[in-house]
């Protein structure tokens, strides 16, 4: 476990989970690595910081507002979006740097303008919810703009915490799909952004493709009313962030290679084609900013075969904050994933329980993904296949929450089974509910 002397700074620990017996021939090693981050700012609070006013870590915050025509049907939505901005300001830690940015097929600075951010504090808040009241809908939608613009707000400032709130109603319409991702991929690194969609009118693939691209949370506010609630629950997560830009590191023996990395408690992420080479068989695997808080990875390896009773070093996992100098900080928790070849059928054919949960819970993604893309398409045999296995995926790992969003889709006959019928209407929020929210797992029952 990581032992800092300053304080406020939380500890990382590393747990691995696996079964490191082999059979005779075997060459694939998979590992469950349960990273928890303890004791920082925010011990003692339900979500957000425990810091004494002007103390925590230096963060800066833009927050994207969509102010796109559509905004203003109903006209209610555009007062809410400006509401729960101004409660997410509220939620503001004192000495936070912020900004707030309007979003159409351009982007302009709301609050405080001159291509800088405010420092939070009475006055400068106050400030930001008049300037707030100017906000009004009218023009199109071009989200790469919006993200440029608040990656440029938030380098301006020395801040080690760099986070984005990102609001849309609506499709990109006013940009090509190859400027957003050339957007997203000069602002991947760069700051962590959370995107939310309000209404049934936008594109889960875009707000879940932004969140994930930028190592966020992706989520959809079907009632307008729910805005400012779930913006000062974002807010609150993000002033309980201590440490920003938080690498796994992933060092290998010579003849193994990594066949996947991927996040998979909270989420399901893939993370193994974000790789940044770190040295001799080492590489680094982003994971975003860190307060209190616990994630679990899933690792697979393939390891050169070895004879039995031999034993090897398949992997070793540790965590670095790579600095401005090239060099890194190395957190100080480390897991080691191990190979042992044995002769014992019941050792090596035995499956780690942490493993088989989340082998399942990607599964329950990718079936929800497929089954919704299936029925899209008019295909309702395959459609039906898949979220049957989805449901009966559900009901196995206990993941109450996806049951019950697969239940407003489906008719479920026998959860055990995956037997369910397509539901002959379904409405559009659901159906938008259970695809963005469909990479949440829960983990494993003790």
Known sequence: MANFSKSNVPQFSVDVYQNEYLPDGGREVNAIVTVTSTGGGTVGSVAGPSYAPGQGPAAGVAIMVDCSGSMDYPPTKMRNARDATAAAIDTLRDGTHFAVIGGTHVAKEVYPGDGRLAVADRSTREQAKQALRRLSAGGGTAIGTWLRLADRLLSSADVAIRHGILLTDGRNEHESPEDLKAALDSCAGRFTCDARGVGTDWEVKEVTGIASALLGTADIVADPTGLAADFTQMMETAMGKEVADVALRLWTPVGTTIKFVKQVAPTVEELTGRRIEAGPRAGDYPTGSWGDESRDYH?????????????????RVSLVVPQSDGSVQNLGAQGLVRAVWTDDMVASTSINPQVAHYTGQAELAQAIQQGLDLRK???????TAKLGRAVQLASASGNADTAKLLAKVVDVVDAATGTVRLKAKVAEADEMTLETRSTKTVRVKK
């Open 377 to 383: 398409a008019g295909d309702m045999d395959g459609a």
């Open 299 to 315: 690792i697979c390896v393939e390891v050169p075969t070895a004879g039995l009773g031999q034993e090897m070093l398949a992997a």
